[in-house]
Antibody
């Protein structure tokens, strides 16, 4: 059974940093692109970033370029999202998902950016 | 990276069929057969119902089907059931490695 467990969310001040993690199991992690998607409170889904199987290609939505970095550790079946210079508008539940077309999802982790 | 356009809400009675549209441009929906549909119940993580425009993941009911014509993709749900009431989001490849979602559609089963 595919399982994705998101963690690392919390309350952070504007300008601060946070690192999200996603622990994967139940499938061959190194065979799949992985993605991050976020959902602001009461709003729709927004694609944030994805990363190729070997980490050689990374793509981002314009609003997070230069501030967020996606990475992975295939030896530990883990996906990460380093978020720097956080803004109030980054407040959202962040989900990791398997593949580019988001075949399976984690439970999400809430990031709140507020002073 | 403009969002795809979906109707804010649709409704139908049990047993009926409904269709949710997802309109993009020639730069996203119109250029690639890479459209997925996600179902999200309140307070839950999304679930993939359709990928590659028309394919259903294992375990998804065949009451769900996808299609595309030009710049518009569609999700059809036949034989509506109470448990289909949820928010539905389309998502398309938009080129240069990026993806874009629709604004979401709230389905109400009357």
């Amino acid at each position: 059974e595919v399982q994705l467990v998101d963690s690392g969310g919390g309350l952070v001040q504007p300008g601060g940093s946070l690192r999200l993690s996603c622990a994967a199991s139940g499938f061959t992690f190194s065979n799949f692109w992985m993605s991050w998607v976020r959902q602001a409170p009461g709003k729709g889904l927004e694609w944030v970033a994805n990363i190729r199987q070997d980490g050689s290609e990374k793509n981002y939505v314009d609003s997070v370029k230069g501030r967020f970095t996606i990475s992975r550790d295939n030896a530990k079946n883990s996906l990460f999202l380093q978020m720097n210079n956080l803004r109030a508008e980054d407040t959202a539940v962040y989900y990791c998902a398997r593949g580019q077309q988001l075949g399976d999802w984690g439970q999400g982790t809430l990031v709140t950016v507020s002073s | 990276q403009s969002a795809l356009t979906q109707p804010a809400s649709v409704s139908g009675s049990p047993g009926q069929s409904i269709t949710i549209s997802c309109t993009g441009t020639s730069s996203d929906v119109g250029s690639y057969n890479l459209v997925s549909w996600q179902q999200q119940h309140p307070g839950k993580a999304p679930k993939n119902m359709i990928y590659d425009v028309i394919k259903r993941p294992s375990g998804v009911s065949n009451r769900f089907s996808g299609s595309k014509s030009g710049n518009t993709a569609s999700l059809t749900i036949s034989g509506l059931q109470a448990e289909d009431e949820a928010d539905y989001y389309c998502c398309s490849y938009a080129g240069s490695g990026t993806w874009v979602f629709g604004g979401g559609t709230k389905l109400t089963v009357l």
